[in-house]
């Protein structure tokens, strides 16, 4: 599909700035980059596109997966999950 890489690039650029504006160790929600993209009434149709971005992230070791503090694997984990970069301040 010729809109998936832009829409692709479009999610990595949103979750990439959500991140920036947090403190070390601070997380995000992933309806957080969907609504950047979409706004609030279209960021539903989204999350798919910014969980799979978010698992090709946590992946090349740019972010980690968390749920209830704890880092998780996105392929396994069910329910709501946060966002955050590794290294200090992220344990």
Same mark, same amino acid.
């Given at each position: 599909?010729? &809109? ?7 999610? *990595? +650029? ?16 992933? =309806? *957080?980059?969907? /609504?950047?993209?979409? @706004?609030?009434?279209?960021? /539903? ?5 910014? /969980? &799979?971005?978010? +698992? *090709?992230?946590?992946? +090349? ?6 749920? $209830? ?6 392929? *396994?984990? /069910? @329910? ?6 590794? $290294?200090? @301040? =992220?344990?």
């Amino acid at each position: 599909m010729a &809109d998936e890489a832009p829409a692709r690039d479009a999610a *990595e +650029r949103a979750i990439d700035e959500l991140l920036a504006d947090r403190a070390p160790g601070k997380t995000i929600c992933p =309806s *957080e980059a969907a /609504r950047r993209l979409g @706004g609030d009434e279209g960021f /539903r149709p989204l999350m798919p596109l910014v /969980r &799979d971005v978010a +698992r *090709e992230m946590a992946t +090349r070791g740019e972010l980690e997966v968390t749920q $209830g503090g704890e880092v998780v694997d996105l392929d *396994e984990v /069910r @329910g709501p999950i946060r966002l955050r970069r590794p $290294g200090p @301040g =992220s344990a």
